[in-house]
């Protein structure tokens, strides 16, 4: 059974950091784009970051570009999100999800596979 399972749930204060990790079981993730998405309450969920499987590039929503890093080891079925310089509008559940498109990748409808999502605050 394919599954995805995040974690890495937190509270941090505005300007700190936090790392997320996305878990794969029932299939490598060399195999497929995983994608990091969120959503905060009343807003829809949008497309934060993703990774290509096969040659590693990456793409970003404007609004973590500088600030977030996705990163990928393969050895360890393992996606993480890597968040610096947090903002209170960075507040929301974050979802990682699989596909086979990568240039459609932060598009929530062209995902095969989610996970069940991590909540992340962002609050002093």
């Known amino acids: 059974q394919l599954q995805l399972v995040e974690s890495g749930e937190g509270l941090v204060q505005p300007g700190g950091s936090l790392r997320l990790s996305c878990a794969a079981s029932?299939?490598?993730?060399?195999?497929?784009?995983i994608a990091w998405f969120r959503q905060a309450p009343g807003k829809e969920r949008e497309g934060v970051s993703c990774?290509?499987?096969?040659?590693?590039?990456?793409k970003y929503a404007d609004s973590v570009k500088g600030r977030f890093t996705i990163s990928r080891d393969n050895a360890k079925n393992m996606v993480y999100l890597q968040m610096n310089s947090l903002k209170p509008e960075d507040t929301a559940i974050y979802y990682c999800?699989?596909?086979?498109?990568?240039?459609?990748?932060?598009?929530?409808?062209?995902?095969?596979?989610w996970g069940k999502g991590t909540l992340v605050t962002v609050s002093s």
């Open positions: 999800a699989a596909t086979v498109l990568f240039r459609l990748c932060l598009y929530p409808r062209y995902m095969d596979y």
């Open positions: 029932g299939f490598t993730v060399d195999k497929y784009v």
């Open positions: 990774i290509r499987n096969n040659n590693g590039s990456t």
